[in-house]
């Protein structure tokens, strides 16, 4: 399996890797080569320029190795043991710059850039603000000029803001990429919650009019041979046509429209021997409203056939409010189907509103603002 790519020392759930050599401990080596500020120490310990030498070496060793141990610690997740080494490298920086090398404050930046690491997700604005105020007060103490306490202020201070904020920056982007993948899953299973429910509609209504027609085609074979040989070339009409809506639906086709609807809608009640009424204006709605109205005479229609046991059906449209009434039982009005719950997603996409009501028969009733 390909694995995708990961932000350097963060895990799938954000946190610091523990495993050696997953991306913790190649962030935490991404840090490691600013030990290279650690160099002018060593060449003054090495030409003896540092006295007493032993306890300045121990210190600086000592410094390098809280260094490491606290980026490692907090690249790998355990946050209270980074913390406490990074309290310690505190210490021991405090300790060389006021009691050992008093020269050594090009060391500072190393502990403010561990302080922007192990603190990313913590308060590492007020701690920064803290160590640089400290280390100003430090180097005024031991008689710094002026001009070199601004530079080791501004030195320092910088380099665990800008670490800070990259690695904040990093956190950002990897979770853009995870709320990416997300929406992707989100998205796909919107598309087939849309396909399915298409299918539903579509074929729904097309197999409870084929299973009217072929009912009727059952009724009349023993008598009208011609008339039942009308009725089957219906069913073998309405199966290529719902043939048709189905890779139409496949390519994202959501509807054939309220005029469509309606003469579908005619032939229906008609086969199922329910009389029909219709009051719609001849103007034709905008596309949207033309495709939910079409949606919505299907699925009443569908429910009258299916469930009514009506003997009329009036289908009004006043406006953009649409009443489907009838004058058998209906599904009953706290029940909705699979089919009523789609139209009601679909009409709230629109800021409508379905409602169903039983009033002497059933009623359907869409709004749309």
């Known amino acids: 399996m390909t694995r995708k790519p990961e932000i350097p020392g963060r895990d799938r759930e954000g946190r610091g890797s523990g495993v050696t050599g997953r991306p913790g401990d190649l962030g935490a080596l991404a840090f490691h080569p600013w030990l290279l500020l650690a160099y002018p120490p060593v060449r003054e310990l090495a030409e003896g320029l540092v006295r007493p030498a032993a306890p300045a070496a121990l210190c600086l060793a000592l410094f390098v190795a809280l260094y490491a141990l606290s980026v490692t610690l907090s690249f790998r997740g355990r946050r209270r043991a980074a913390t406490g080494t990074l309290v310690a490298l505190v210490l021991v ?44 007060v430090a180097m005024w103490w031991n008689g710094s000029s002026w001009e070199n306490i601004s530079l080791s202020v501004w030195g320092t201070a910088a380099g665990g803001l800008v670490v800070s904020i990259v690695l904040k920056l990093f956190s950002v982007i990897a979770e853009l990429h995870r709320t990416r993948e997300e929406l992707a899953h989100a998205a796909v299973a919107e598309e087939r919650l849309r396909f399915s429910r298409d299918l539903h509609d579509l074929l729904g209504h097309t197999l409870s009019v084929m299973v009217v027609k072929a009912q009727v085609v059952r009724r009349l074979a023993p008598h009208d041979a011609e008339a039942a040989a009308r009725q089957a070339a219906d069913v073998e009409a309405i199966g290529r046509e719902a043939l048709t809506e189905v890779r139409g639906a496949i390519t994202g086709y959501r509807g054939r429209g309220l005029a469509a609807e309606l003469a579908s809608a005619r032939t229906a009640l008609a086969d199922a021997g329910i009389s029909t009424a219709v009051t719609v204006p001849g103007a034709r709605p905008a596309p949207e409203l033309d495709a939910l109205l079409g949606w919505a005479v299907r699925e009443g229609v569908t429910n009258v056939v299916r469930h009514s046991g009506a003997r009329t059906c009036e289908i009004r449209l006043e406006g953009t409010v649409l009443e489907i009434r009838d004058d058998g039982r209906g599904p009953g009005a706290s029940t909705l189907g699979n089919g009523l719950r789609g139209l009601a997603e679909r009409t709230a996409a629109l800021g409508g509103t379905l409602e169903t009501r039983e009033d002497g028969g059933f009623l359907l009733r869409v709004t749309i603002p």
């Open 93 to 136: 920086t405090f300790l060389l710059l006021t009691a050992v090398a008093e020269g050594w404050f090009y060391l500072a930046p190393l502990m403010t850039i561990a302080c922007g690491v192990v603190m990313r997700d913590g308060p590492v604005y007020p701690v920064l603000t803290a160590l640089t105020v400290a280390l100003a």
